[in-house]
């Protein structure tokens, strides 16, 4: 037998509840009973957005609530400014481009954050700039962008904010609200401790003329007819049924802690990573700008990266994630995000100890797992 233990930036794990939740027969969409469900899952996600707007819920993964949200701004020919500093700010330009829009791109060095100076300069040089789309955790390098600056810099122009906030939301703090982002986009499978399949937007008032406006092709991706299911409690096609259920498991679970407590706790989190990170002798690849969600760190010289997550995985059941794209086999990511909790943490910082030891990676044993021990233990 082996135990498994998922550290890795989504999936995340899943409590109990939104397992057997997921057990349950199933039950019919258009009735009583479920517009119950899809009621309370409209209202938890509104706490969780920190919005007052509706939230639609899409049968798909973060990146169809990414493209949902590029066709119904943006119709082919206009300009987007993409802030780009890692995989998913990537994707971001490639979804655009996809669709024919014009890409302007505010590059960033991966492992560092935007400065939302930057992002106010792109949008008074070119007043054609329609929707600024950005990243609340790049997940590829584990950083966390200003989207409060970048709120307030997008806010006094005629632009709209869209914010991935796939990675990061029910994580670390963001005020859909009122930190001005008119498009706010997620999936199920990170911080909302469920399994892949859902994902969620919401818009402004201000973006949702853009959707009325919009000339991009669009079917199942179209919020107007979100809308109108929405306003009836409905949804327009057949839901993620299960999903939607197990959803509300974990909002519960996530009202009954709060929002504030939930931070804190991620918080803690990152810091014992960090804290081990530092003990171990090891060097943190976004030290200016590290997240609370996820945490990358540089591979040391001389050990293989790919060979240290694989045999974490595979052989002691701890799976962490290594590097993407560039950074292949040069990182590993360590996420604390959703129901991750501090013994999770000590479990997979002793592994990756274990590892890197039998790897011959010269350090103390133990100093990791001490660091972050003592990060815990300030209570
Ligand atoms: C996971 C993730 C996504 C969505 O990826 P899917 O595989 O489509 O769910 C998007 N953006 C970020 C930052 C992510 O971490």
């Known amino acids: 037998m082996r135990k498994n233990y998922l550290l890795t930036p989504g999936p995340t794990p899943l409590p109990p509840e939104v397992c057997s939740a997921q057990a349950r027969p199933i039950i019919h969409h258009r009735t009583p009973q479920f517009q119950a469900e899809l009621k309370e899952a409209f209202a938890g996600l509104k706490y969780i957005f920190q919005t007052e707007r509706d939230v639609f819920i899409l049968s798909s993964s973060g990146t169809g609530a990414m493209e949902t949200a590029v066709v119904n701004l943006l119709s082919p020919g206009e300009t987007a400014l993409v802030i780009e500093g890692g ?3 990537q994707r971001w330009s490639e979804i655009c481009r996809a669709h024919g829009i014009s890409v302007k791109t505010l590059e960033v060095e991966w492992g560092k954050a935007a400065d939302p100076k930057a992002v106010a300069a792109a949008l008074k040089a070119d007043l054609s700039i329609k929707a600024v789309f950005a990243t609340l955790c790049e997940t590829s390098t584990g950083v966390t962008f200003d989207i409060r600056g970048f709120g307030e810099a997008v806010s006094a122009s005629p632009a709209v904010l869209a914010v991935d906030a796939v990675s990061g939301l029910g994580a670390i703090e963001l005020k859909t609200d009122e930190w001005g982002v008119d498009v706010c986009v997620s999936g199920s499978q990170k911080g909302l401790m469920l399994p892949p399949g859902l994902g969620f937007i919401s818009v402004s008032a201000k973006a949702w003329k853009m959707v009325e406006a919009s000339k991009s092709s669009r079917y199942y991706w ?136 039998k790897m011959g990676y010269k350090f103390i044993l133990g100093s990791g797992v001490k660091a972050a021990q003592e990060v815990f233990l300030q209570d």
């Open 87 to 89: 995989k998913f700010g």
């Open 222 to 357: 179209d919020l107007r007819r979100a809308k109108k299911a929405i306003d009836k409690t409905d949804t327009a096609f057949t839901p993620a049924i299960s999903l939607v259920i197990a959803l509300n498991e974990s909002l519960r679970m996530m009202k009954e802690d709060g929002l504030e407590k939930i931070f804190a706790r991620h918080h803690r989190m990152g810091e014992a990573v960090r804290a081990a990170v530092k003990a171990l002798g090891l060097s943190l690849f976004a030290p200016s700008a590290a997240s609370d969600v996820v945490t990358s760190i540089y591979v040391p010289s001389g050990i293989d990266g790919e060979k240290l997550v694989k045999t974490m995985r595979d052989i002691y059941g701890v799976t962490i994630a290594g590097g993407q794209d560039e950074m292949k086999g040069k990182l590993i990511r360590i996420a604390h995000m959703g129901y991750i909790e501090e013994f999770d943490i000590i479990v997979g910082i002793s592994c990756l100890e274990k590892v890197l030891s």
